[in-house]
């Protein structure tokens, strides 16, 4: 399995544009990048799958380059609600089964 | 469409008792995935199991820790003999599918606190 690396924290405010990237050198050919946000007392909740190039939704972006080594998953204009752990997966096949592996995410603070 | 259900919410045992953790997929779903969160960590998975199958449980402590997911009825994840170190979130998840591009949809756990 692709192993990731995504910043601790990130600190941002109300407004702006956030961007978290994840890097992800060993991707194999067949994984997807799948991001997920996890606010305190709760499961994580998926947010956005891409495998290459761009993908776009009412929440937020996902930038893929064509080596996919990395992802930026993009954030407009945040809010104080977008304070939570975001998580950055490679999801592929592992021993026969797709075994979505978290690891520490990032944990984005908006401050008004 | 109801989500997936977990419950208790929060649960409390003394050490030595056995502690059940039930989950109820999402509608539709037959693939299931426990997760173990401790504080200010991320997720470690578990056990992953499909209708009456347990598919991969590399993740599941060799001892103590058990989980069934029947034709009928939620799924369990049995924790005998609970020690300290078992206090944290327990997250269940489903899909619908064992495909890459399947999301996972989770509960919001169980608390569990091992007194």
């Known amino acids: 399995l692709a192993k990731t690396t995504q910043p601790i924290s990130m600190d941002s405010y109300e407004g702006q544009e956030v961007n978290i990237t994840c890097s992800h050198n060993?991707?194999?050919?067949?994984?997807?990048i799948t991001w997920y946000q996890q606010f305190p007392s709760q499961g994580p909740r998926f947010i956005i799958q891409?495998?290459?190039t761009k993908v776009t939704n009412e929440v937020a972006s996902l930038f893929i380059p064509a080596d996919r080594k990395s992802s930026t998953l993009s954030l407009p204009r945040v809010s104080l609600s977008d304070t939570a752990v975001y998580y950055c997966?490679?999801?592929?096949?592992?021993?026969?089964?797709?075994?979505?592996?978290f690891g520490r995410g990032t944990s984005l603070i908006v401050h008004p | 469409n109801a989500g997936v259900m977990q419950n208790p919410r929060h649960l409390v045992r003394r050490r030595g008792q056995e502690a059940r953790l039930r989950c109820s997929p999402m509608?539709?779903?037959?693939?299931v995935y426990w997760y173990r969160q401790l504080p200010e960590e991320g997720l470690k998975f578990m056990v992953y199991?499909?209708?009456?199958?347990?598919?991969?449980e590399s993740g599941m402590p060799k001892e103590r820790f058990s989980a069934e997911f029947p034709k009928e009825g939620p799924s369990i994840l049995r924790i005998q003999q609970v020690v300290r170190g078992d206090s944290a979130a327990y997250f269940c998840?489903?899909?619908?599918?064992?495909?890459?591009?399947?999301?996972?949809?989770f509960g919001n756990g169980t608390r569990l606190t091992v007194t």
């Open positions: 199991l499909q209708k009456e199958n347990i598919i991969d």
């Open positions: 997966l490679v999801v592929g096949l592992s021993g026969g089964s797709y075994i979505p592996t």
């Open positions: 509608k539709g779903h037959s693939h």
């Open positions: 891409g495998y290459k």
């Open positions: 998840a489903s899909s619908p599918r064992a495909a890459v591009d399947s999301p996972l949809h």
């Open positions: 060993n991707i194999a050919t067949n994984d997807y």
